[in-house]
């Protein structure tokens, strides 16, 4: 039988510090440099292989690189952001994906926040959400005042058939 897989991912929250996803011992990161964007990543869980790696600014509309894989369980979703602004957080056909994806209590969080004090008190803000790619299971995780901010993760092998999938969850 297969191992856990460590998945940890950093969230950039402030100027000057970057976003990673490590996944076992395969480490990808942004430039620092980059600002108020979402990144995504998506993960074959059959063999934990990276098939999209991708940056986008656009909160409005879902990225024509993650249409493939939308409701297909063979995927999972890494979807952070790196010093996003308040005022660009997720809305229209994206946000009404990432609930549908298991958004919830974190992504209202950050909502009620801007929405209650504005960009101008809380302007940078981070957050992240793991999902297997046909609602079944997600995670997610913001925050809105720190340098930066991990969420950590295990990968848990699932024996389907003679292959394994593998599943995100909490330490």
């Known amino acids: 039988m297969a191992s856990n897989v460590p998945l940890t991912i950093q969230t950039g929250v402030t100027q000057n510090y970057g976003s990673y996803i490590v996944i076992g011992s395969n480490a990808l990161a942004l430039n620092y440099q980059l600002q108020n964007i979402y990144w995504a990543v998506v993960v074959d869980r059959s063999n934990l292989n990276v098939v999209q790696n991708f940056t986008f600014t656009d909160n409005q509309n879902v990225p024509s690189q993650l249409t493939p894989y939308i409701g297909n369980p063979q995927y999972i979703l890494i979807l952070t952001t790196q010093n996003l602004s308040s005022t660009n957080l997720p809305a229209g056909n994206f946000y009404q994906l990432l609930v549908k994806e298991g958004a919830g209590v974190q992504l209202q969080r950050l909502e009620q926040i801007y929405e209650a004090l504005s960009c101008g008190t809380w302007g940078w803000m981070g957050y992240t959400l ?18 930066a901010f991990v969420t950590t993760l295990q990968l848990i092998p699932v024996q389907v058939g003679s292959g394994v999938l593998y599943t995100p969850a909490t330490l």
């Open 130 to 147: 793991v999902a297997v790619l046909d609602n079944s299971t997600s995670y997610e995780s913001a925050e809105f005042y720190d340098n």
